[in-house]
């Protein structure tokens, strides 16, 4: 099912149940959603929160090194990567914790979900590298990225829910430097992808609470 961005082109042809047994849930938030048929996320107080794993888009040093007077090195995109899985944590943990009211764990237990994400096809198009540090970049968007994200019972290790979307920056025009602007995109994606699914552990413990 986790094809980044091929999946969400070819949604209309995605099955309605897939191998494991997951139904596909029509008007979703988020473009592809499967979950487990009956599923109930209601049981679930506490939140086991996993560190995403970061991939770029095919080819984006490459094409990032194409362009002139740029360089980008490998330690720079390792550099990216590892300050955007921070920074989901750090969105995730906020939205999580002062929005839900959620108390976030690291060890198994009942009542705990773990939440297991991945960002692939990351595709930044004005990377804070030292070759274009405090450089002002007018471009039409600062980039995409791809989020993947289970919803598993922390006991059983059984998946429960798998969601798929992506997400473009809509930035026009900024006056501030690169690494500013990247930031600042990249956090209001994430914030929008936790909200989501806040709303989405908030609703399914109101109707229990009905």
Not at 161 to 184: G, H, Q
Request: aromatic share 6%; charged share 30%.
């Amino acid at each position: 099912v986790c094809l980044p961005f091929t999946v969400i082109a070819e949604e209309d042809n995605l099955p309605a149940v897939t191998i494991d047994g997951m139904h596909r849930i029509d008007g979703a938030q988020m473009a592809v959603v499967y979950a487990k048929p009956d599923v109930d996320l209601s049981q679930y107080k506490r939140i086991l929160l996993l560190e995403p794993q970061v991939a770029f888009i095919k080819d984006w040093q490459e094409k990032q090194n194409s362009v002139l007077r740029q360089r980008v090195t490998v330690d720079d995109m390792q550099r990216i990567k590892t300050e955007l899985a921070a920074l989901f944590m750090d969105v995730f943990k906020d939205e999580l914790q002062n929005n839900g009211g959620y108390e976030l764990v690291d060890y198994a237990a009942e009542d705990v979900l773990i939440v297991h994400p991945a960002i692939f096809d990351l595709n930044v198009l004005s990377p804070d590298t030292p070759t274009s540090r405090n450089e002002r970049s007018a471009i039409a968007s600062v980039g995409s990225m791809f989020l993947y994200m289970e919803l598993i019972d922390s006991v059983t290790g059984d998946k429960l829910v798998k969601a798929m979307d992506t997400k473009m920056d809509r930035t026009r025009t900024s006056r501030a430097p690169n690494s500013v602007r990247n930031e600042r995109a990249a956090r209001e994606m994430l914030g929008a992808w936790a909200e989501l699914l806040r709303l989405a552990l908030d609703e399914a413990r109101a109707m229990v609470t009905k």
